[in-house]
């Protein structure tokens, strides 16, 4: 009964070489919420889309992007990976109107070779 | 903005006994939720304990509990009768309150890593 799920769970790209990870939820939650986890940090909020509406952090470089093309799945796409980009990045979910929790994928860590 | 402070990098306790994980905090909105996180090695975030700010009572949810004093801006979390699993890195959030519908956005503090010793 897995809720929010990551792919793949383990990512190894090149420099510069664009990547994609996605994330989609069983909830049907309103809000998705890509976080960047480097290591021995705290979770980072990059952006989150509440519906449709993209929600960019000001300090997000640009070199991170993201799609949602329907309720369930969200994509995080970095077009330049460099080795700083090198981390665990967390999906998350919530329901809009409430102050619960958010619900958390497993992560995906990326490598930068 | 908010800000969240974990003063203790890391922890140790017996197992069986409790322990308290220290999280203060500064925001200048009016309400707020404050949040405790687990995450294992394995890396996923598992949610604890919520406490909203004009809750009167503490919060508790099984063996974990949020000491919360407003005035001092600290919301520690207590874990009693702690055990072996409960080693992994904690995280206490806060966010502005979520009832206005612009989605829940948490800030974290830095973590405190708990390792029980058997």
């Known amino acids: 009964d897995a809720m929010v799920i990551q792919n793949p769970r383990y990512q190894v790209t090149q420099f510069g070489k664009p990547v994609t990870l996605s994330c989609s939820q069983t909830?049907?939650?309103?809000?998705m919420y890509w976080y960047q986890q480097k290591s021995s940090q705290a979770p980072k909020l990059l952006f989150h889309?509440?519906?449709?509406?993209?929600?960019n952090e000001a300090d997000t470089p640009d070199n991170f992007q993201s799609r949602r093309p329907n309720t369930s799945f969200c994509f995080l796409d970095i077009r330049s990976p460099g080795l700083g980009d090198a981390a665990m990045y967390l999906c998350?979910?919530?329901?809009?109107?409430?102050?619960?929790?958010?619900?958390f994928g497993p992560g995906t860590r990326l490598t930068v070779t | 903005a908010q800000k969240i402070t974990q003063t203790q990098p890391g922890m140790f306790v017996q197992e069986k006994e409790a322990v308290t994980l220290d999280c203060t905090y500064d925001?200048?909105?009016?309400?707020?939720?404050l949040f405790w996180y687990k995450q294992p090695s394995s890396g996923e975030m598992i949610f604890l304990i919520y406490?909203?700010?004009?809750?009167?009572q503490n919060a508790t949810e099984g063996r974990y509990s949020l000491n919360f004093q407003k005035a001092r801006k600290s919301a520690n979390l207590v874990i009693s009768a702690s055990q072996l699993g409960d080693s992994a890195m904690y995280f206490c959030?806060?966010?502005?309150?979520?009832?206005?519908?612009?989605?829940?956005?948490?800030?974290f503090g830095g973590g405190t890593r708990l390792m029980v010793k058997p």
């Open positions: 998350a979910t919530s329901s809009s109107g409430t102050v619960y929790e958010q619900y």
């Open positions: 909830l049907n939650h309103n809000v």
């Open positions: 889309y509440y519906d449709k509406d993209f929600n």
């Open positions: 925001t200048s909105d009016p309400s707020y939720g």
């Open positions: 406490q909203g700010s004009y809750d009167q």
């Open positions: 959030a806060m966010s502005p309150d979520g009832t206005n519908n612009a989605g829940n956005m948490l800030t």
